[in-house]
């Protein structure tokens, strides 16, 4: 039987159904939710309350940036004295030589230390023998599992003027002796080839699952057409993992301020101090060594904020052309 055309031609009308429990308030509904899923907020407590006690209690310290700080006054009855701090902080010749390698360390990093992981991770997709594959794997993930008091003792130790293997095989070429952990020229290169040796091996796991997802039957169709692997690695993985790839940008590009401080402790001495010493290690010096607590929170505020700045700004402009981020 067929419909009139009059129902044919009238709009159906949208029904609104109605879910049982949505009349109920917002905090009715959430204690319900608590009450179902008990066991899952009792698994996240701890983590809840790690991060209030070490990264949101702390931030009521962040006040002596602005306060002549006394450790016998206390944070609440010390001072105000606004932004003076900040001031000697940016009059400051080692705050500004600090800033700039620290901007400059980063910059090589990201340059030379962020592709590495993704350059590991398509290479050992195109392994096909399995116990190469792991054996590989566990060779450049063992670095990140060694103390970096070991990782520096063993960078010191190669790169020593008499006794290290980097300066016996300039003896064999006939050349002398370089002294290179006293050359400020050479700390940065050591200090950023260091750390891709130590970290890149780990960091291509992210990028190996990313690569894991990726559909088979894209290669097989791939195969099916003629392309070679070279090809299907352009055309098919790296497209398949940019979204992996732009997220781990952001994080890095929020982390640039924040250079491996352990390794620049143990790497770096007076002599190299002019290319060497960073933001971190300048807080380090002043507020530790130095006593000077307010003024020490005063450049870890500064640096905290550009930070914040740097992933909120990578991360707008990642959703805007890539329609990528982390939130």
Known sequence: MSAPKDDLKRPRELKTFVVPGDERSRLERITDHLKRDWQLYL????????????????????????????????????????????????????????????????????LFGFPAPIILALMFNEIYQQWFKKTAQTI???????????????????????????????????????????????????????????????????????????????????????????????????????????????????????VSFEMIILLYQPATYETADVINTYIYRQGIQGGQYDFAAAAGLFNAVVAFVLVMTANTLSKRYSRTSLW
Do not use: C
Request: proline content about 5%.
């Open 140 to 258: 450049v993930y063992l670095p990140h599992f060694i103390s970096s008091v070991i990782i520096a003792g063993i960078v010191i130790t190669a790169f020593s003027p008499s006794a290290g293997i980097v300066n016996t095989v300039i003896g064999w070429l006939g050349f002398d002796p370089v002294y290179f952990l006293t050359k400020p020229e050479w700390f940065r290169p050591i200090f950023v080839g260091t750390t891709i040796w130590q970290e890149a091996g780990f960091q291509s796991i992210v990028y190996l699952a990313a690569i894991a997802g990726v559909s088979p039957t894209l290669y097989e169709s791939a195969v099916v057409d003629g392309a070679s692997r070279w090809q299907m690695m352009w055309k098919i993985t790296l497209p398949s993992i940019m979204t992996t790839i732009i997220i781990m940008l952001i994080i890095r590009i929020g982390n640039m301020l924040e």
């Open 43 to 110: 698994l996240l407590a701890p983590t809840i309350i790690w991060l209030l006690l070490f990264l949101y209690k702390p931030m009521y310290g962040l006040q002596i940036a602005f306060k002549d700080y006394s450790v016998f006054r206390g944070i609440a009855d010390s001072p105000w004295i606004g932004w003076d701090h900040f001031e000697t902080l940016f009059g400051s010749e080692q705050f500004l030589r600090a800033l700039r390698n620290t901007i400059y360390i980063s910059l090589l990093s990201l």
